[in-house]
């Protein structure tokens, strides 16, 4: 059920959630996030995962556009109308679409159940301390684009569910069962315990390259943070530290580029880059 609002005042206490990110951690807590943006907001409301949408903020152009689709959810969702300048008055900065939505997780995934749900070989994303919302988005952008199971957010890292990070991700946040973790070492363990190779990305090994690494089974890489890398009890628990081989000019990569590189070499030893691109190369159906 869709009910609307045209703003005539700026300063309702139910625009706070979108006027600034001063209750982030709070709504950590609560499961509450707030989205923005067309493609973003398009991957939400196509997610099979179980999301309520609470209210929107948005020009009458996005009214119209979402209308029909939002009548038809089961939830009562508020749309709060204005125009362009409104909004940038509500949120303080630019916006460039027009929209913003804000929802709730209604229930988080669990490890037992993704593992339960998935088949082998599979394959896991692990973060330590990663503590950039941009980076931790690109993170999941890439996990999801070279067909990650799940990410693992150890009790260090940055929530997926930022705005910043959910812009960064492109909306694939909603499409990635994201895990939030007590202890991420105890994870691991666990994970090594039901079979799976930990390994762990480090730019400062001489024992094995991506390329000789193997990928072909059960498999978590654990990516460390921007300025850290990997913790040393991190470091301690994986089977072993694999580097990407590179210039000597240059010390490291960002922590997005080599979760692409990694996972591009998972897909490569798998297979499942030929499959890609015999689709690619496909000639498209005539109408």
Not at 24 to 31: A, P
Request: proline share 4%.
């Amino acid at each position: 059920m869709l009910y609307i609002h045209h703003l005539e005042a700026t300063d309702l206490p139910e625009l706070e959630p979108f006027r600034s990110l001063r209750r982030r951690k709070d709504m950590q807590r609560e499961n509450l996030f707030v989205a923005e943006g067309s493609k973003v907001i398009r991957r939400l409301l196509d997610s099979s995962f179980p999301f309520e949408l609470i209210s929107f903020l948005m020009t009458r152009e996005w009214l119209e556009e979402l209308r029909l689709e939002l009548e038809v959810r089961p939830e009562a969702i508020h749309a709060y109308v204005t125009d362009k300048n409104g909004i940038e008055e509500i949120i303080g900065h630019s916006s460039y679409q027009g929209v913003k939505v804000y929802a709730r997780i209604l229930h988080s995934p669990n490890l037992d159940g993704l593992l339960a749900e998935s088949v082998s070989p599979r394959l896991l994303v692990a973060c330590d301390g990663l503590a950039n919302a941009e980076n931790m988005g690109t993170v999941v952008r890439n996990s999801a684009a070279f067909g990650a199971q799940g990410i693992l957010i150890g009790e260090t890292s940055f929530s997926p569910f930022l705005t910043r990070t959910i812009r960064a991700s492109m909306g694939t946040i909603f499409e990635l069962p994201a895990i939030h973790l007590e202890n991420l070492v105890d994870t691991l363990k666990d994970l090594k315990w039901q079979g799976f190779q930990v390994f762990g990305a480090h730019p400062h090994t001489e024992k094995r390259t991506i390329a000789k690494a193997d990928f072909t089974a059960d498999t978590c890489i654990v990516f460390g943070s921007e300025g850290h890398g990997l913790c040393e009890a991190v470091q301690g628990v994986c089977h072993e530290l694999v580097a990407i081989p590179m210039s000597r000019e240059v010390d490291s990569l960002n922590v997005g580029s080599s979760v692409a590189v990694f996972l591009y070499e998972v897909a490569r030893q798998r297979g499942r880059m030929q499959s890609v691109i015999r689709d690619h190369e496909k000639p498209s159906k005539s109408r």
